[in-house]
């Protein structure tokens, strides 16, 4: 996984130092790369919002160093062409200066990330385990 992951430059962080990585110094003539997975199972805090119908955890981590660093966050929306042939068109989130509340541009994910699951539902790839954490039931932590 790390060979496939690093094979075009980007350097594999743990979830843990995601935060202390990003904002070491890239090593010279090198240009690191991140990929965060706002959606993706939950560990940590996270932000519950609806999601097709139904109370779902997304990270926050990837909005909150976009705050941090001032970057903006992009979409990619991906549409199959035909098999095995896809087109992505990058849709910005948040511009890195729009002043915004906190936990909007995970929310403008989300609603983003529907809306295209609604409009091609074969087209997205399920995961059994997106709902395993629930809403706690009186508001307590």
Same mark, same amino acid.
């Given at each position: 996984?790390?060979?496939?992951?690093? !094979?075009?430059?980007? !350097?594999?962080?743990?979830? @843990?130092?995601?935060a202390?990585?990003?904002?070491? /110094?890239?090593? !010279?003539?090198t240009? %690191?790369?991140?990929?965060?997975?706002?959606?993706? +199972?939950v %560990?940590?805090? /996270?932000?519950?919002?609806?999601?097709?119908? $139904?109370? *779902?955890?997304?990270?926050?981590?990837? =909005?909150?160093?976009?705050?941090? *660093?001032?970057l903006?966050?992009?979409? /990619?929306?991906?549409? !199959?062409?035909?098999?095995?042939?896809?087109?992505?068109?990058?849709?910005?989130?948040? %511009?890195?200066?729009?002043?915004?509340? *906190?936990? $909007?541009? *995970? =929310?403008?994910?989300?609603?983003?990330? =529907?809306? +295209?699951?609604?409009? @091609?539902?074969?087209?997205?790839?399920?995961?059994?385990?997106?709902?395993?954490? @629930?809403?706690?039931?009186?508001?307590?932590?």
């Amino acid at each position: 996984m790390l060979r496939l992951r690093s !094979r075009f430059g980007a !350097r594999m962080v743990a979830g @843990k130092g995601v935060a202390g990585g990003f904002f070491q /110094a890239p090593r !010279r003539g090198t240009r %690191d790369r991140y990929e965060c997975r706002p959606g993706a +199972d939950v %560990d940590g805090s /996270a932000l519950l919002d609806r999601f097709l119908g $139904q109370d *779902t955890a997304f990270y926050i981590g990837a =909005e909150q160093i976009a705050r941090a *660093t001032r970057l903006p966050i992009l979409y /990619a929306h991906v549409r !199959r062409a035909r098999r095995s042939f896809y087109e992505v068109e990058f849709l910005p989130l948040w %511009d890195g200066r729009e002043p915004i509340a *906190t936990n $909007q541009v *995970t =929310e403008r994910y989300a609603r983003a990330c =529907e809306a +295209d699951v609604l409009k @091609k539902p074969a087209d997205w790839l399920w995961s059994y385990r997106r709902w395993r954490l @629930k809403k706690p039931l009186y508001g307590g932590a």
